[in-house]
């Protein structure tokens, strides 16, 4: 079994090999739109498959958000992205020291990312060097339940940190259809409180859990030429491993708009 520091170390000299082949002149460019500049509406959602362990403590971890990417294309420098989103859940259930709350919660997500694409010459075929940070943040405020039988109410936050690096494999197929496959690695920082009050007393009660991992991950892409602009479909599967192991899987989609 390959240890973390052995995998970062070949995933280190593979993709440096590759930027030596990149040195080669050779077209950056792999979007359908000639744009230097467009913006897309985006959409995602993750979730993890089983609760993650943290402390003693188990959560799930869900995200999702609509939001706006702007991007700024190069033909030799790469490609330049960055994401705002917002999200709202109308009713989740958190539990934390003993207490089981709902509600709805808030979720603000940021990004900014980075891709390097090399079209071999006279091929079908591509790779693309990858890297992006991501910052999920989760607020909920008077979330209602019950603690050791007793009504209490609660506030809770919730803060997810992802950056990432990957090497992809692109085709290009007839009518501007593009297909894409990764692998990754990820460092990534969870942290999440509560704090909660009986609502018959003056007691007070709260929580803290924080964790940091680095993990492999793998995606799956396709990108698709529509009469308003490009549709572009994703699917990432994750490792994530705390206290326990589980998977956090991911979707995405975007409609990206050339603006000149």
Not at 133 to 157: D, E
Not at 168 to 176: P, Q
Not at 201 to 211: L, M, R, V, W, Y
Request: hydrophobic share 40%; aromatic share 12%; charged share 20%.
């Amino acid at each position: 079994m390959h240890t973390h520091k052995q995998y970062k170390k070949k995933f280190r000299i593979f993709v440096a090999s590759l930027l030596l082949i990149c040195c080669i002149p050779a077209k950056a460019d792999i979007s359908t739109s000639k744009a230097k500049f467009d913006v897309a509406l985006v959409a995602d959602y993750a979730q993890s498959k089983d609760g993650i362990e943290i402390d003693s403590k188990t959560f799930t971890f869900k995200t999702g958000s609509l939001g706006v990417r702007t991007a700024y294309r190069t033909e030799n420098l790469g490609h330049f992205f960055a994401t705002a989103g917002l999200g709202y859940a109308p009713s989740e259930t958190a539990t934390f020291a003993g207490a089981s709350v709902s509600g709805p919660l808030h979720v603000q997500s940021y990004s900014l990312a980075f891709i390097y694409p090399y079209l071999f010459p006279n091929s079908d075929f591509g790779i693309d060097l990858r890297a992006s940070t991501t910052t999920n943040k989760h607020n909920g405020n008077r979330l209602t339940g019950f603690k050791s039988g007793k009504a209490v109410t609660a506030s809770v936050g919730a803060t997810s940190n992802f950056n990432r690096s990957s090497l992809g494999v692109n085709y290009f197929g007839a009518n501007d259809l593009a297909l894409s496959a990764g692998i990754g690695v990820y460092d990534w920082k969870l942290s999440a409180t509560g704090n909660g009050s009986f609502d018959t007393s003056d007691i007070n009660f709260s929580t803290s859990a924080e964790a940091v991992g680095r993990d492999k991950y793998y995606y799956l892409e396709a990108n698709m030429p529509l009469p308003m602009g490009n549709l572009e479909l994703g699917l990432r599967r994750s490792d994530l491993t705390a206290d326990n192991k589980t998977v956090l899987m991911e979707v995405y989609a975007g409609l990206t708009i050339p603006i000149g």
